[in-house]
Each structure stands twice: as structure tokens, then as C-alpha cells.
Antibody
Framework: QVQLQESGPGLVKSSQTLSLTCTVS??????????WSWIRQHQGKGLEWIGY???????YYNPSLKSRVTISVDTSKNQFSLKLRSVTAADTAVYYC????????????WGQGTLVTVSS | QSALTQPASVSGSPGQSITISCTGT?????????VSWYQHHPGKAPKLMIY???KRPSGISNRFSGSKSGNTASLTISGLQADDEADYYC????????????FGTGTKVTVL
């Protein structure tokens, strides 16, 4: 059973960089056929897809966040990470990592999510 | 890309059937058979219930079924059970000119 677990600071100051890591267990992040995504949910609102990475390092980002986002992968640690620069209060949200089945466009495993609050 | 529209809440008694709608546009729901549905109990990881509009992952009860008509996808839960009480989100593949994915606004299912 694949499991994903997000980790990182729960509080980030405005204008700084939000950094989160997703640790994958029960499966290899280097397995072909899967993309590894970050998704967030603002309080009381719907979900927003941030972007994904393939184990080779190929990425694709939501154009609305592209200028501030970097997703990277560390296959030796079976982890992938999110960096979101120049954060504001609007970036306060629960951040989820998830596995996407390549080419099938759905997320078959998710982490429990981690709340990140941006403070002034 | 605007969020897909779902009813804020749906309720039913145990044993009843309920249907959650998910309305998009011809750029997402209407143009692709790539709608997925997720069940989310607060504090837990979201769980895939339906993919490609109508398919159930292994281990998901056949009480959950998906369908689509035009720009609206639907999730039906039959034989409602207490544990079905959760938030449900739809998601559709969208055009790559915006975000690859657009999610629904979410529906709170209450078992009376």
C-alpha cells in the first residue's frame, strides 16, 4: 500500500518561501507511469492543483502559480518537494501531495495534508 | 479555469440513494471522459472513488457509481451508510492552456 506524508513548517512569514516535502513509502517514486503532484485547499474552498513532477525531473505547473513554484524530486530519499516563493496570506491552505497515474488523469493516493499558515 | 460546480450539501437517510452533480464546461467535463471523484473525511487523506467517469478502483464498493451527461458528471451513492458521511470532490482533466486539472467546489454528504 502506497502512503504519502507531507512535512514542513506550519507557519511561514509573508514574502518568504514555503517549503514542503512529501515522503513516499510502500512504493518507489522512480516507478514509471506515475506523476507526483502537489494540490492545495484554501479553508472552506475547493481544491487547486499546483503542479507535478516525474521521477526524471520533468515538471508541469499550474500557469496561475508557475512564476512562484518549483517542484523537485530526490529519488534516493523517495521524496519530492514543493517550494512556493513570495507567499502572501492568500497562500494559507492545506497542502496535499498525491500520486497521479500517468496518462489517466486521476490521483490514486494522497497524503493527509498539512496546514500552512502565512503570517504577516 | 473556474472550479466545477457542486451542490454545497446533500443528505439522505441510511439505505437511500443520493446523487451529487458536478457541472463544468465543454473545455473540461464535457470534452473528456476523465472525471474522478474523491471522498474526504476531515483529517484523513482523500480517497479515490471513481475515475474516468465510471470506473471504480479495486476495493471500492459498487454502491458508488459515476455517470456523465453533457457538461455534468454525477456520483451516485446507493444504500447510504453512516461511513459515507464525508466531503466529496469531483475533478476533471482540462485543457493544458490553463491548469491540467480543475476540481469541484465540494459537497458535504450528511447521513441523517
Amino acid at each position: 500500500q502506497v502512503q504519502l506524508q507531507e512535512s514542513g513548517p506550519g507557519l511561514v512569514k509573508s514574502s518568504q518561501t514555503l517549503s514542503l516535502t512529501c515522503t513516499v513509502s510502500g512504493g518507489s517514486i522512480s516507478s514509471s507511469g506515475y506523476y507526483w503532484s502537489w494540490i492545495r485547499q484554501h479553508q472552506g474552498k475547493g481544491l487547486e492543483w499546483i503542479g507535478y513532477i516525474y521521477y526524471s525531473g520533468n515538471t508541469y505547473y499550474n500557469p496561475s502559480l508557475k512564476s512562484r513554484v518549483t517542484i523537485s524530486v530526490d529519488t534516493s530519499k523517495n521524496q519530492f518537494s514543493l517550494k512556493l516563493r513570495s507567499v502572501t496570506a492568500a497562500d494559507t491552505a492545506v497542502y496535499y501531495c498525491a500520486r497521479e497515474v500517468h496518462g489517466d488523469y486521476y490521483f490514486d493516493y494522497w497524503g493527509q495534508g498539512t496546514l500552512v499558515t502565512v503570517s504577516s | 479555469q473556474s472550479a466545477l460546480t457542486q451542490p454545497a450539501s446533500v443528505s439522505g437517510s441510511p439505505g437511500q440513494s443520493i446523487t451529487i452533480s458536478c457541472t463544468g464546461t465543454s473545455s473540461d467535463v464535457g470534452n473528456y471522459n476523465l472525471v474522478s471523484w474523491y471522498q474526504h473525511h476531515p483529517g484523513k487523506a482523500p480517497k479515490l472513488m471513481i475515475y474516468e467517469g465510471i470506473k471504480r478502483p479495486s476495493g471500492i464498493s459498487n454502491r458508488f457509481s459515476g455517470s456523465k451527461s453533457g457538461n455534468t458528471a454525477s456520483l451516485t451513492i446507493s444504500g447510504l451508510q453512516a461511513d459515507d458521511e464525508a466531503d466529496y470532490y469531483c475533478c476533471s482533466y482540462a485543457t493544458s492552456t490553463t491548469s491540467f486539472y480543475v476540481f469541484g467546489t465540494g459537497t458535504k454528504v450528511t447521513v441523517l
